[in-house]
């Protein structure tokens, strides 16, 4: 079972993310998660039931994956009770397991990288892969800027958190993808920014 957790809003409007969190990478702390997703009956919850009437409010959303089944489920303070507790059960699983909210333009480290690829999808479009090393073990994402350049291109961080309190100096190797797409949000592509490097995807033409 794989977990990712988003804790959005509040008074100074965060954003933050829990997870990924795989169970499979556990042992006694995955029966507890399971139990707690078991419970809330979340793969048979509509897909919104927050109400949304409270301003400045958090809104969580759980996207949960297990085996073929895949479920999104987003509530807020608003949630009845009974849902917001068992559901509230789960994010308190996940945090008793070591997963942590990240706010990843606050924490994140800019990280450089090895190579990039992008490759032709059969559906249609084109989806990006990004290789590099960490001097300690890392959770790396991408975090896309909101808003799109002059020059029609979007800027993208890489970015990368270390997992708990501790990690040993060792070098690791880390790999993220996404569809272009995802990424550009209506742009001509974007700028792929790291600790030193900067990248245009796909390359920029300034006589185009």
Same mark, same amino acid.
């Given at each position: 079972?794989?977990?990712?957790?988003?804790?959005?809003?509040?008074?100074?409007?965060?954003?933050?993310?829990?997870?990924?969190?795989?169970?499979?990478?556990?042992? $006694?702390?995955?029966?507890?998660?399971?139990?707690? #997703?078991?419970?809330?009956?979340? *793969?048979?919850?509509?897909? +919104? !039931? /927050?109400?949304?009437?409270?301003?400045?409010?958090?809104?969580?959303?759980?996207?949960?994956?297990?085996?073929?089944?895949?479920?999104?489920?987003?509530?807020?303070?608003?949630?009845?009770?009974?849902?917001?507790?068992?559901?509230?059960?789960?994010?308190?699983?996940?945090?008793?397991?070591?997963?942590?909210?990240?706010?990843?333009?606050?924490?994140?480290?800019?990280?450089?990288?090895?190579?990039?690829?992008?490759?032709?999808?059969?559906?249609?479009?084109? $989806?990006?892969?990004?290789?590099?090393?960490?001097? #300690?073990?890392?959770?790396?994402? *991408?975090?896309?800027?909101? +808003? !799109? /350049?002059?020059?029609?291109?979007?800027?993208?961080?890489?970015?990368?958190?270390?997992?708990?309190?501790?990690?040993?100096?060792?070098?690791?190797?880390?790999?993220?993808?996404?569809?272009?797409?995802?990424?550009?949000?209506?742009?001509?592509?974007?700028?792929?920014?790291?600790?030193?490097?900067?990248?245009?995807?796909?390359?920029?033409?300034?006589?185009?």
């Amino acid at each position: 079972m794989i977990i990712n957790i988003h804790k959005t809003g509040g008074i100074a409007g965060i954003a933050e993310e829990l997870g990924p969190l795989d169970t499979s990478d556990l042992d $006694h702390d995955a029966r507890k998660i399971r139990h707690a #997703v078991h419970h809330a009956n979340f *793969f048979r919850l509509p897909t +919104d !039931i /927050g109400g949304g009437a409270v301003s400045d409010d958090f809104v969580f959303t759980a996207h949960i994956t297990d085996g073929t089944r895949f479920h999104t489920v987003s509530w807020d303070s608003s949630t009845a009770e009974s849902h917001r507790s068992a559901l509230a059960a789960i994010v308190g699983a996940c945090e008793a397991a070591g997963g942590r909210f990240i706010n990843w333009r606050r924490e994140g480290t800019p990280l450089d990288w090895t190579r990039t690829h992008v490759a032709i999808k059969f559906a249609g479009g084109f $989806h990006l892969t990004v290789e590099g090393t960490s001097p #300690v073990p890392m959770t790396v994402r *991408f975090s896309p800027h909101p +808003d !799109i /350049g002059a020059d029609g291109y979007r800027e993208v961080d890489v970015l990368g958190v270390t997992p708990g309190h501790f990690s040993p100096q060792v070098v690791s190797a880390w790999t993220i993808a996404a569809d272009l797409d995802e990424l550009t949000g209506g742009g001509r592509g974007i700028v792929l920014v790291g600790k030193t490097l900067r990248e245009h995807i796909p390359p920029f033409d300034n006589g185009s």
